[in-house]
């Protein structure tokens, strides 16, 4: 796990949960904007993403998912200052679950298209899922054309030798089990602020379905922006400034109900 100090005097710190198959630096952009805004931010890469082992096939379990997000939450809070969690993709969805199972310390939560409904699918083995082997390689097939309409980091992104969204088809079941686990879960999550982002043309899920489950959810503060036209990853798309003025206009707003003054 990495930590970035805020450019100025810190008014909190921001823990940045990323989706399936990418890593940190994809985020720079966004870790940068957030220092400039005067948020100490801390990320790391999920478990077998990244450069830790240089792994191609995911199929880790997922609770190691979930007990690095907690982990990265432990490292959040040591400064003493508010913390918020900005959770993307299949990031959103481990902190579903953990607002879910947990009573976490959390000034606030923004969520953007989280993984709950998956409208883009293995084609070749979606059908024989089940019947197929724990390790058999199914490559997901999730490239950079269906995440974001920004052709500027296109060819960043086709030389990022770090991504991969071939998976096993043990891992993939999982993953279903996971995403069933949240949507239908008999409860409400913690009273905390809530704010969801989600693409108005997103290729990979189904956004209804996220919206839905956010509206079940009987919290005294939660807000929910559908962006039109945006793809999957909102903080790479060409309006990611506007994507990130809202989300800090959150941020900033939650932190005055506390009494800060920002």
């Known amino acids: 796990m990495w930590k970035w100090e805020a450019e100025g005097h810190p008014k909190a710190v921001v823990a940045i949960i990323h989706n399936a198959y990418e890593h940190h630096s994809r ?22 993403h990244g450069i830790q082992d240089g792994r191609t096939i995911h199929n880790e379990k997922f609770d190691t998912y979930v007990n690095y997000v907690k982990k990265l939450l432990d490292v959040g ?35 953007s298209s989280p993984w709950l409904a998956l409208e883009h699918q293995p084609a070749k083995f979606s059908t024989v899922l089940t019947k197929i082997s724990s390790s058999m390689k199914i490559n997901h097939n999730i490239e950079i054309e269906l995440l974001t309409r920004n052709t500027d980091i296109y060819l960043e992104a086709k030389n990022d030798k770090l991504y991969s969204s071939t998976v096993t088809a043990g891992w993939y079941r999982e993953l279903q089990q996971f995403m069933k686990a949240v949507l239908q879960y008999n409860g409400t999550i913690h009273d905390i602020p809530v704010l969801l982002h989600t693409a108005g043309d997103d290729k990979i899920i189904d956004s209804q379905t996220a919206k839905a489950w956010l509206l079940r959810q009987q919290l005294t503060e939660l807000q929910y922006k559908e962006w039109p036209r945006l793809f999957h990853d909102l903080h790479q798309e060409p309006e990611r400034e506007e994507v990130f003025l809202y989300t800090e206009a959150f941020m900033h707003t939650t932190l005055r109900s506390l009494g800060y003054i920002v």
């Open 27 to 48: 985020y720079a952009w966004f870790i940068q904007k957030l220092r400039s805004s005067n948020f100490h931010v801390v990320m790391g890469d999920l478990p077998g």
């Open 77 to 111: 809070i040591v400064d003493g200052l508010p913390l918020f969690v900005i959770g993307h993709g299949l990031g959103a969805t481990l902190m579903m679950r953990i607002l879910q199972t947990e009573d976490i310390v959390c000034a606030g939560v923004v969520l």
